[in-house]
């Protein structure tokens, strides 16, 4: 990813208590990039082992190195909350969330249509499995716990 982030930020304090929260959003160029490769071997006893060129899911017709860029949106969201027991310790909760459009993850990309003609032989039918770039939004959220000892 490279791009850029914009957002606020802010906090709020009374008593004992204080509240911290964050709000940006990060826009810039995604690289997406997915290889595919594999190797397998044959044995009909009682001859040799014969190599394939691929594997069970890694054929002729999707094996490769796969590119390309997209323009993405990444939002994301913090808020804290923190209980100052003294001036020096202190107790903290907080939740974020990260959202990150078109997002390219290897799971996605697997075609599990299979057309086993193209490891003998000529292609017969559909060259199957095929790659297509298959995207999801991804969401990532986390939630933190702390102590906090200022001296």
Same mark, same amino acid.
């Given at each position: 990813?490279?791009?850029?982030?914009?957002?606020?930020?802010?906090?709020?304090?009374?008593? /004992?208590?204080?509240?911290?929260? !964050?709000?940006?959003?990060? !826009?810039?160029?995604?690289?997406?990039?997915?290889?595919? +490769?594999?190797?397998?071997?044959?044995?009909?006893?009682?001859?040799?082992? $014969?190599?394939?060129? =691929?594997?069970?899911?890694?054929?002729?017709?999707?094996?490769?190195?796969?590119?390309?860029? *997209?323009?993405?949106?990444?939002?994301?969201?913090?808020?804290?909350? $923190?209980?100052?027991? $003294?001036? /020096? !310790?202190?107790?903290?909760? =907080?939740?974020?969330?990260?959202?990150?459009?078109?997002?390219?993850?290897? =799971?996605?990309?697997? +075609?599990?249509? !299979?057309?086993?003609?193209?490891?003998? &032989?000529?292609?017969?039918?559909?060259?199957?499995?095929?790659?297509?770039?298959?995207? *999801? +939004?991804?969401?990532?959220? =986390?939630?933190?716990? &702390?102590?906090?000892?200022?001296?």
């Amino acid at each position: 990813f490279h791009g850029g982030e914009i957002g606020f930020q802010g906090s709020m304090a009374r008593g /004992c208590w204080s509240f911290d929260g !964050l709000i940006k959003t990060s !826009l810039g160029n995604q690289r997406q990039q997915v290889a595919i +490769d594999g190797t397998g071997v044959v044995n009909i006893p009682p001859g040799p082992d $014969t190599p394939l060129n =691929g594997g069970f899911l890694a054929l002729p017709s999707n094996i490769g190195v796969y590119e390309r860029n *997209r323009f993405i949106l990444i939002p994301e969201a913090m808020l804290n909350l $923190t209980y100052h027991h $003294t001036p /020096c !310790l202190s107790f903290h909760m =907080g939740y974020n969330i990260i959202w990150m459009t078109e997002s390219v993850t290897s =799971g996605d990309q697997i +075609d599990t249509t !299979l057309n086993l003609t193209q490891q003998a &032989g000529p292609l017969v039918g559909p060259a199957r499995p095929a790659f297509p770039f298959r995207e *999801r +939004d991804y969401w990532l959220q =986390g939630i933190n716990f &702390g102590v906090n000892l200022d001296f």
